[in-house]
């Protein structure tokens, strides 16, 4: 009966030595929010309003009846996409990026671009 626990024993220790580890999870990217807080003054507007807000594009891209503006700081690049509504284009979309292509919160290039040149 001894040795029918010894042995037991055995086994089972011989089981848990070669049971493997999951390896440790890796953690997934952090992805930003994406909400239209903070874009009152862009999202809705037409190509004058942007011009007023930010300067001069630094790009103006025209496909068919839609137009993308972009405007760029040290801060970051934001393309600001116009589509038709009405008798004019106006902004519906927007997309923000860090210059070397990181991902930045538009909110906040809406801030950096409104204070560029000053």
Known sequence: ??????AGA???AGCASTATTAPPATPAAVALPYTSSGLERVIGQDAAAL??????????VREGDARKLQFQSRICVLDAY??????EQRVTYIDAREPD???IDR????????????
């Open 10 to 12: 055995v086994l089972l």
């Open 107 to 118: 909110a906040s290039c809406v801030s950096a671009l409104t204070r560029r040149g000053k």
């Open 101 to 103: 292509g990181s991902a």
């Open 51 to 60: 011009v007023k807000l930010f300067g001069q594009p630094d790009a103006d």
């Open 82 to 87: 116009l589509y038709p509504r009405g008798n």
């Open 1 to 6: 009966m001894r040795f029918s626990i010894l």
